[in-house]
């Protein structure tokens, strides 16, 4: 996706937060991403600053002034509010993935964005192309206020930490919502593939078992132990062929959903539970069974490293599970599956990497 060709100056452009970037991150071209930035939103960017980075993304914040540069610009410029500066996400790849993975998390966040309420960043611009003028495949995107949940999730009340999981909660009952007939990802045209680092580029598929199975190396009929896994797979899912969660439809699964992807707003004073401003980082987004969807949150499930936790993860994962059924009406088939998923987790299933 690439802005119109326009002409600016390069007053902004050659300044010295630009030159520093460039130093620490020479495969990215920030004079480019400036100029391409201020024709896209038709307001001049006037500073870059590196917001962080994890294994597979380098974050950094665009700010642009006010100052009107009357362009033809790609994007609308009622994205932009009026003030004095405003500021949106610049991410970029840090290794190497297809257009198609790229393109299916766009999809996702698009699909969630029209589908539900759950706060997903509005995407402004993105050029995916590996070779572009930039120097790596980036998007721009909203900046969603507030701050990851990790910074604050141990400073939290316990009575806090319970309405942060119940608006979690809220955001899988949203998810559990938009109902698929295949496992894959999407893709403009649809299901397509499932894309993960672990089974690759299968299917889509049109059964669980086939899913699951897509996880194991590829071997000759009857070798041992695939057999066997295969067998036992088999023997589980006939015996639960009536559980609704095991099968299709299938949901829409945020393959990361932690604290690290969770944004919240903190009450300035602390008296207020801190409020969810959105959920980032759609990559791998994939539909499968509402058993894989409906998880407790990595956060409150017990480590060894952290013994000292088990029991308030205990009782947050009680609040969780019933914070998840009460989405639905009281009694309901939804609820209903909602509390089987978190209670029957088990060795068959979670065999399988998700």
């Known amino acids: 996706m690439a802005g119109p060709e326009s002409e600016i100056t390069d007053h902004a452009m050659k300044c010295d937060e630009v030159e520093a970037l460039a130093l620490s991150h020479p495969h990215i071209n920030f004079g480019e991403l400036k100029r391409q930035s201020s024709m896209a939103f038709g307001i001049s960017c006037t500073r870059i600053e590196r917001l962080g980075q994890g294994d597979s993304h380098e974050l950094f914040v665009l700010f642009f002034g006010s100052l009107d540069l009357d362009l033809d610009a790609s994007i609308d410029p009622g994205h932009v509010p009026a003030q004095p500066e405003w500021s949106c996400i610049a991410r970029f790849t840090k290794q190497t993935r297809s257009v198609e993975k790229m393109t299916s998390e766009l999809e996702s966040m698009l699909y969630v964005r029209s589908k539900t309420t759950i706060p997903v960043p509005e995407v402004y611009f993105y050029d995916f192309d590996p070779r572009n003028q930039v120097g790596a495949p980036f998007i721009l995107m909203q900046r969603m206020p507030g701050c990851n949940l990790h910074t604050i999730w141990d400073s939290l009340s316990i009575k806090h930490k319970e309405a942060v999981l119940t608006q979690v909660a809220g955001v899988l009952a949203k998810l559990s919502l938009v109902k698929f007939d295949k496992i894959g990802c999407l893709q403009k045209d649809g299901l397509g593939p499932i894309l993960n680092f672990i089974a690759g580029s299968k299917g889509p598929f049109t059964s669980t078992y086939d899913y699951c199975i897509s996880f194991l190396p590829d071997a000759k009929p009857g070798t041992s132990p695939y057999q066997e896994i295969k067998s036992e797979l088999e023997t589980y899912l006939e ?69 000292e936790n088990y029991e308030e993860n205990a009782s947050l994962r009680l609040h969780f599970a019933h914070a998840l059924c009460q989405q639905f009406p009281e009694a309901s088939a939804e609820a209903q599956a909602a509390w089987l998923c978190l209670q029957s987790k088990c060795r068959t299933l979670g065999t399988f990497l998700r």
């Open 239 to 307: 015996a639960h062929k009536d559980e609704s969660y095991l099968h299709a439809p299938y949901r829409l699964i945020h393959p990361d959903f932690d604290d690290k992807n969770m944004i919240f707003v903190q009450d300035m004073d602390g008296n207020q539970p801190p409020k969810l401003s959105g959920i980032i980082d759609w990559e791998h987004t994939y539909t499968g069974p509402l058993y894989y969807l409906y998880e407790y949150p990595i956060f409150i499930q017990d480590s060894y490293m952290e013994g």
